[in-house]
């Protein structure tokens, strides 16, 4: 009777053991994450090498209890800067600027490891704004308004040269706006008022 009891009670340890190897199993196996349509991910597990060089595609993917997937939006991003700059002459002016990107899906390893995911303020951002600066203060006031498509593609050039290299890619830049300082404010409504005035009298006459 005692070896029966002894025989029944390995056997249940046996079991019990069993069981739980089965739902550390299935435990496992519900870790996992989900990157979204127009995402793309990296998965890294520490206990098995780190992060892979594969890149996710959008759907459910297991990571393990230890991994995560390092997610990043491959879709065309708009980002938008106001700086303080001059012209050419001195002038104060602020620039409300737009730059659109997103990273380069081949090098999204590189990205990760050698910049991380928040790249936008790593690299594009500095580099924008510093670029923009750069040209802007090489044009005199008198072209920002007749040559704005000139200006943007030299900021998008410079831009390009200053990230080369940096796995990101630069669709375009924009110049949504400029603030004139005061006095050219000024001087601006002066001379329409002036303009104006002309026109008026050239008609009375």
Same mark, same amino acid.
């Given at each position: 009777?005692?070896?029966?009891?002894?025989?029944?009670?390995?056997?249940?340890?046996? @079991?019990? !053991?069993?069981?739980?190897?089965?739902?550390?199993?299935?435990?496992?196996?519900? #870790?996992?994450?989900?990157?979204?349509?127009?995402?793309?991910?990296?998965?890294? %597990?520490?206990?098995?090498?780190?992060?892979?060089?594969?890149?996710?595609?959008?759907?459910?993917?297991?990571?393990?209890?230890?991994?995560?997937?390092?997610?990043?939006?491959?879709?065309?991003?708009? +980002?938008?800067?106001?700086? %303080?700059?001059?012209?050419?002459?001195?002038?104060?002016?602020? !620039?409300?600027?737009?730059?659109?990107?997103?990273?380069? &899906? /081949?090098?999204?390893?590189?990205?990760?490891?050698?910049?991380?995911?928040?790249?936008?303020?790593?690299? &594009?951002?500095?580099?924008?704004?510093?670029?923009?600066?750069?040209?802007?203060?090489?044009?005199?006031?008198?072209?920002?308004?007749? +040559?704005?498509?000139?200006?943007?593609?030299?900021?998008?050039?410079?831009?390009?040269?200053?990230? +080369?290299? +940096? @796995?990101?890619?630069?669709?375009?830049?924009?110049?949504?706006?400029?603030? #004139?300082?005061?006095?050219?404010? %000024?001087?601006?409504? /002066?001379?329409?008022?002036?303009? %104006?005035?002309?026109?008026?009298?050239?008609?009375?006459?």
């Amino acid at each position: 009777m005692r070896r029966n009891l002894f025989s029944d009670a390995a056997a249940l340890r046996r @079991h019990l !053991l069993a069981f739980a190897g089965m739902c550390g199993l299935l435990s496992a196996g519900c #870790y996992g994450e989900t990157i979204e349509p127009g995402h793309r991910g990296l998965l890294f %597990q520490p206990r098995q090498g780190g992060l892979s060089r594969e890149v996710l595609q959008p759907g459910r993917h297991l990571t393990g209890f230890y991994g995560r997937v390092d997610d990043f939006d491959v879709t065309y991003s708009t +980002k938008k800067e106001d700086l %303080q700059t001059t012209s050419s002459e001195g002038l104060a002016l602020t !620039l409300h600027l737009a730059v659109i990107y997103r990273p380069v &899906i /081949s090098e999204l390893y590189e990205l990760d490891t050698e910049i991380g995911p928040n790249y936008y303020d790593e690299v &594009i951002g500095p580099e924008f704004r510093s670029a923009a600066r750069g040209v802007f203060a090489r044009h005199p006031y008198a072209e920002l308004t007749v +040559k704005n498509e000139a200006i943007e593609n030299e900021v998008e050039e410079d831009l390009r040269r200053r990230i +080369k290299g +940096k @796995h990101c890619d630069i669709a375009s830049i924009t110049l949504e706006g400029v603030d #004139y300082a005061p006095e050219i404010a %000024q001087a601006i409504r /002066s001379k329409l008022v002036g303009e %104006q005035e002309a026109l008026r009298t050239k008609t009375a006459l």
